[in-house]
């Protein structure tokens, strides 16, 4: 896969956050760009930049800052971008939403459900915004200015 690849149907099947955007939205994965793309976008084209190491909020704001994107929506891709399975849109209402009604002890747990049990009520109590912050899997949805 070259670091940006245009929407399409193949990309719609494995890339969630593709299905949100319209066709011909172009994808960065900003682990494998190597190169300057700032002279490469077109103004009012959709972008999203992924991300999947650990603190990619903040790299992926300074990125879209650096190619004029304009920010649209965040999400916090669950577990991995390569295998996702829960895409969490970056805001209070969601997070909370996801950490109190969706996220859960797998059944079948016998001997870690205990310790499973006493983190997913520490990460209930914590500030919504470390989800993000922390999480790694990130997609950025935004268009060139």
Known sequence: MSYAEPAGPSRLATSPWMTLCPLGTLEIDTRVVG???TGQLKPDLQ??????????????????RELSIEIEREFIVLPTLERP???IDDTGPAVRHFW???????PGLAVSALPA???LSV???LPWSW?????PGRAVVGRRR
């Open 35 to 37: 190169e300057d793309l």
């Open 100 to 106: 109190s009604t969706i996220a859960t002890v797998p």
């Open 117 to 119: 049990s006493a983190l």
């Open 85 to 87: 399975i829960v895409l």
């Open 47 to 64: 972008v999203v930049l992924i991300d999947q190491r650990p603190f990619s909020r903040r790299r992926l704001r300074r990125l879209a």
């Open 131 to 135: 989800t993000g912050g922390v999480a």
């Open 123 to 125: 990460a209930r109590r």
